[in-house]
């Protein structure tokens, strides 16, 4: 199973970017998605999750400016950032929890990261 995280780049402060991830390879059912970023020197932070069914949960420091969303038949999840910060610049990461047959344990794939830097 692999994860291609693509959408990063450079913002001016109050700009939007769309993140999109997409698993592929043998699967079987995906639970939970998310988003984590992280700077360097810092913990890898849990920015937004989704289940299958859609629902979400986004930390107090992006609620009301980033939104998490998925498309279940495209196995990709997307994170919209808006009115972004500074402080939002980071590595941006996804995270799928799959289950790769019907009677196989579920497991979580990390994609690799795209970077996302908000200046002016």
């Known amino acids: 199973v692999q994860l291609q995280a693509s959408g990063g780049g450079l913002v001016q402060p109050g700009g939007s970017l769309r993140l999109s991830c997409a698993a592929s390879?043998?699967?079987?059912?995906?639970?939970?998605m998310s988003w984590y970023r992280q700077v360097p020197g810092k913990q890898r932070e849990l920015v937004a999750t989704?289940?299958?069914?859609?629902?979400?949960n986004i930390a107090d420091s992006v609620k009301g400016r980033f939104t998490i969303s998925r498309d279940n038949a495209k196995n990709t999840v997307y994170l919209q950032m808006n009115s972004l910060k500074p402080e939002d610049t980071a590595v941006y990461y996804c995270?799928?929890?799959?289950?790769?047959?019907?009677?196989?344990?579920?497991?979580?794939?990390w994609g690799k990261g795209t970077l996302v830097t908000v200046s002016s």
């Open positions: 995270n799928a929890d799959v289950r790769r047959a019907v009677l196989a344990p579920w497991v979580y794939y």
């Open positions: 989704i289940t299958s069914d859609g629902r979400t």
């Open positions: 390879g043998s699967i079987f059912s995906i639970n939970v």
